[in-house]
């Protein structure tokens, strides 16, 4: 095995380059459970700090991969690497920061999968979450509708309703209310808050009831 500074983001998560969101995310997961200080497979086999610093690389390489912006940027430096243009260490290559390493307990996964940022919420100006506003935000993540919907297990078409306006083309309330609290765990939003501002315009304007 390559020595951790000679990793690539993939090698780290221990998948192909062609790997698919939900593969990487189980990855993750797994990775950083078996590297976790309390884990009984590495306590005897690596130091604090080793451990630490795996876990460091773990989550960068996550919050690379993880996003379809970011992990095209990346891929493509590795293929440049590939062909001779000045290659570098991996590490240099992260195009962002890693988030803060969390003090989760390892068989305590979160309840529904989000996507990692290390970013703060945007909140709109005047507190209402409309659709328009919600793909502001989600772009101003990087992040596409198609891996919202994998994450979440929303129809994509549901997913573009939302973020168009589209009252009556969206199903009941009981269901439309889950939706978007998903919707809004993927954007690193108030989940209650989202949900009850588009709901309240929603119904404003004859959607669903």
Do not use: W
């Not at 912006?69 to 690497?81: F, G, N, P, T, V």
């Amino acid at each position: 095995m390559r020595p951790l500074s000679e990793q690539n983001f993939y090698q780290t998560l221990e998948v192909s380059p062609d790997a698919t969101l939900q593969t990487i995310e189980r990855a993750y997961r797994i990775t950083r459970a078996t590297y976790h200080p309390t884990s009984a497979a590495t306590y005897s086999v690596f130091s604090e700090e080793e451990n630490t610093e795996i876990l460091r690389r773990v989550e960068e390489a996550y919050a690379v991969l993880s996003q379809a912006r970011l992990r095209r940027e990346y891929d493509a430096r590795l293929r440049r690497e590939e062909l001779g243009d000045r290659p570098r260490p991996a590490r240099e290559l992260a195009p962002v920061a890693p988030p803060p390493l969390r003090a989760e307990p390892v068989m305590s996964p979160p309840a529904s999968p989000q996507i990692e940022l290390d970013l703060a919420p945007a909140e709109p100006d005047d507190g209402v979450y409309d659709g328009p506003v919600l793909r502001r935000i989600r772009m101003s993540r990087g992040i596409e509708l198609e891996e919202i919907s994998v994450l979440t297990k929303v129809n994509e078409f549901y997913l573009q309703c939302i973020e168009t306006n589209c009252y009556r083309e969206l199903p009941a309330s009981v269901y439309l209310k889950g939706f978007l609290r998903e919707f809004a765990k993927c954007l690193r939003l108030d989940p209650r808050r989202v949900a009850e501002s588009y709901m309240e315009r929603s119904r404003e304007r004859g959607g669903a009831s």
